[in-house]
């Protein structure tokens, strides 16, 4: 198979980090294009009557950073010599995840089994659980080791 569209979604942890590493590789060895996806949600806060969200200058300040990340991280791919291809979405991770991957049809989906907000001990953290189980494409794995840092 070719991997030639290939989709990774990060959330800046160190284990995603790892699995950028591996997609950055298959893209350039099957000369193919590397997306990357952040997921933000929008800052609010909760009161009795449900949640509120925060002043439009608080979601563009969340907006503004998470472009700034991405575009570091859209460096460090391009680094390896790979086209790439960045792209920030609010709302539910996984489900912006599975969304994306829909309608950009990529071939693979490259992610690490944990990210920034999940117990280390936990096997695999819940977004990529959720991500294996019900992606339209393969899903590759990566295991942050810690041996390695
Ligand atoms: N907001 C996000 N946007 C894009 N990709 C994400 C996002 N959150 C997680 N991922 C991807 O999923 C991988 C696994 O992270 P996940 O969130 O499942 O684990 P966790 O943070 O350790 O646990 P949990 O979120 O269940 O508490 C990350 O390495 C990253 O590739
Ligand atoms: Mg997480």
Request: net charge neutral.
């Amino acid at each position: 198979m070719d991997w030639r569209k290939i989709c990774c979604p990060i959330d800046f942890s160190d284990c995603s980090k790892e699995a950028l590493a591996i997609a950055s590789d298959l893209a350039r060895r099957f000369s193919g294009e590397l997306l990357l996806l952040h997921v933000y949600q929008a800052p609010s806060y909760a009161l009795p009557e449900g949640y509120v969200l925060s002043a439009p200058e608080a979601l563009r300040a969340v907006s503004e950073d998470v472009t700034r990340r991405l575009n570091e991280w859209e460096r460090m791919a391009q680094a390896q010599g790979v086209a790439v291809t960045t792209e920030a979405r609010m709302g539910v991770p996984y489900a912006e995840i599975i969304a994306y991957a829909k309608k950009i049809a990529c071939d693979l989906i490259v992610m690490g089994t944990h990210g920034r907000t999940g117990l280390q001990h936990a096997f695999v953290g819940s977004v990529a659980e959720r991500v294996v189980r019900i992606a339209p494409c393969p899903v590759l794995t990566v295991r942050w080791s810690q041996a390695k840092h």
